[in-house]
């Protein structure tokens, strides 16, 4: 099968497009025929290399992906039958059988232990990403556990079903579940081009919610403008804060959506408000800005990490998307033979929303 794929950390010239062979479904797996993926910024992080984040290379790229299953491995029908459901559209669908419109959760939970066993499975021992720890999706083929494959809504493109996963399950989780955002509330929105930050744009307003955004870019601002944000803020001419203040009447915003990290974390410390809170799920700027602990206690605030989601939190998604109340945001599609020229349209940050790959 054609796949692109990184050979070795390093620049563009590590990515590969070329033969890898098929996988197999194995016991409890399931083998899905991809016909989009997308791009997250997980997929720099494998290319370029991180500390402490050991690779096998080569190494196919892509967390989201969707598709049709082809073949369940043995025993795949019995968990497809078993998996727990939180109801609604989604467990209409199912089962699963060979044919069906798929789509993928890319986070990988062993099952077995003790936050397994309490449905926070983005918080098991042995979590692993899609794309990451094992191959990815930016294939035509990917065998997946059988846990792992979640029906696509009627009606959504395979672009659009592979766009959202991943960014939209971190940042449901970021705004709802950690953040508890409450009607009425204000929140803001560091860097709103990204995936994970548009996606929080759009929970937020879904929630009723008050949001502003920050960005380098007019042309960002006004797209976040189309979708409901009410103040946009460039970051890299204005002071977010001062900004804040005057938005939410001296006060500060109840919560804070940062992916960002770096000099936002010094911004999100003075905007957000007496007893509100910070989410933090990623440190695309800097992973290591003072820490201003002063502000924290002196505020009261509630410091949140977040990462990915749990299956409930996948399923909340998943039936918002079905139901139309929230709609991926596609930025652009590639095929999959020029997964290079989307990914450098993602480190040149020139996108907003996400970047897909048609896989033929
Ligand atoms: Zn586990």
Redesign the pocket.
């Known amino acids: 099968m054609n796949a692109a794929f990184v050979v070795a950390h390093g620049g563009p010239e590590v990515l590969r497009y070329g033969v890898r062979p098929t996988p197999a479904a194995g016991r409890g797996d399931v083998l899905v025929r991809i016909r989009a993926a997308s791009l997250n910024h997980l997929d720099l992080w494998v290319r370029n290399g991180i500390p402490g984040l050991p690779i096998q290379f080569p190494r196919i790229l892509g967390a989201d992906g969707a598709g049709e299953i082809l073949e369940l491995g043995d025993g795949a029908a019995e968990i497809l039958a078993a998996l727990p459901s939180a109801g609604g559209p989604v467990r209409a669908r199912r089962p699963l059988e060979a044919g069906a419109r798929v789509l993928l959760n890319p986070g990988l939970?062993?099952?077995?232990?003790?936050?397994?066993?309490r449905g926070e499975?983005n918080?098991?021992?042995?979590?692993r990403l899609v794309g990451e720890h094992v191959d990815g999706t930016w294939a035509e083929c990917v065998a997946v556990p059988a846990a792992s494959v979640f029906p696509a809504p009627d009606g959504l493109s395979f672009e659009a079903c592979a766009a959202f996963p991943l960014v939209f399950l971190t940042a449901w989780r970021m705004v709802r579940v950690r953040g508890r955002l409450a009607p009425g509330e204000t929140v803001l929105v560091h860097g709103v081009g990204g995936g994970v930050s548009s996606a929080a744009l759009q929970i937020a307003l879904e929630a009723g919610a008050r949001v502003m955004v920050t960005s380098s870019s007019d042309e960002k601002l006004a797209r976040a403008a189309e979708i409901g944000a009410e103040r946009g803020v460039r970051y890299d001419r204005e002071d977010v804060a001062l900004a804040v203040r005057e938005w939410t009447s001296k006060r500060g915003v109840d919560l804070v959506v940062d992916s960002v990290g770096g000099p936002a974390w010094s911004t999100s410390l003075d905007a957000v408000a007496r007893g509100g809170r910070i989410v933090t799920c990623g440190a695309t700027a800097g992973g290591d800005p003072p820490a201003r602990i002063q502000r924290i206690f002196w505020k009261q605030v509630d410091v949140l990490g977040s990462t990915m989601g749990n299956r409930r939190d996948f399923e909340a998604v998943l039936e918002k998307v079905s139901a139309g109340a929230l709609a991926p945001l596609i930025d652009s599609v590639f095929p999959l033979a020029r997964a290079g020229d989307a990914m450098a349209r993602l480190e040149a940050r020139a996108h907003f929303g996400k970047i897909v790959l048609g896989v033929p």
Not at 109 to 117: N, P, Y
């Open positions: 939970s062993c099952g077995r232990c003790e936050f397994c066993a499975e918080l098991c021992i042995r979590y």
